[in-house]
Structure formats: C-alpha cells, structure tokens
C-alpha cells in the first residue's frame, strides 16, 4: 500500500464512511493519470462497500478530487502545478 499525503486517512479506516477494518486503496486521480496520483501519495482508504460504490456510481469521486487537490495545492505545489500534472482543476 502507498503511504497517503491527505489529512485524515487511515489504512484501517474508511476515508468516506469511516467504518474500520481492511480497506482497499483508491487512488483519487485514475485513469491517465493514476501513476502521478500514485507518486504523490494522492490515495485513500476505502471498506469494500464504498470503493465499489465509488466505482460503480461515481459517489464521493467529486468530493476525493476536491479533497485529493487541496491536498497536493497544501503540500506539494501551486493549482497552475496541479493542472500541468493532472490536466484540470477540481476546485
């Protein structure tokens, strides 16, 4: 598992329902873009109910891009470095 920058995240804890147990990771940028989200620690921890839901509806992904960019913006460079690395802005 990666080590995660954002705030609040715990590898046994659900970062969207908060629940606690195995997790799954979740990187919060995929596609293209889910090594850069990968080598920035830009990843949650997910219960199984929840990343699959994530997946399946897109619940919550709006809130993780939000959360995942005010994370790299806090931590690791500015929104005109965010938007270089991750095409777009979130915010």
Not at 13 to 22: Q, S
Request: charged letters at 25%; proline letters at 1%.
């Amino acid at each position: 598992m990666n080590k995660s920058i954002i705030e609040y995240d715990f590898e046994d804890k659900c970062f969207l329902c908060g629940t606690w147990g195995k997790m799954d990771e979740h990187h919060i940028f995929g596609g293209p873009v889910r090594s850069v989200s990968d080598r920035y620690g830009l990843v949650v921890h997910l219960c199984r109910e929840c990343h699959t839901k994530l997946h399946d509806t897109g619940e919550g992904k709006q809130y993780l891009h939000e959360v995942g960019q005010q994370a790299y913006e806090q931590k690791i460079g500015n929104r005109t470095a965010f938007i270089k690395e991750f095409i777009r802005s979130y915010l």
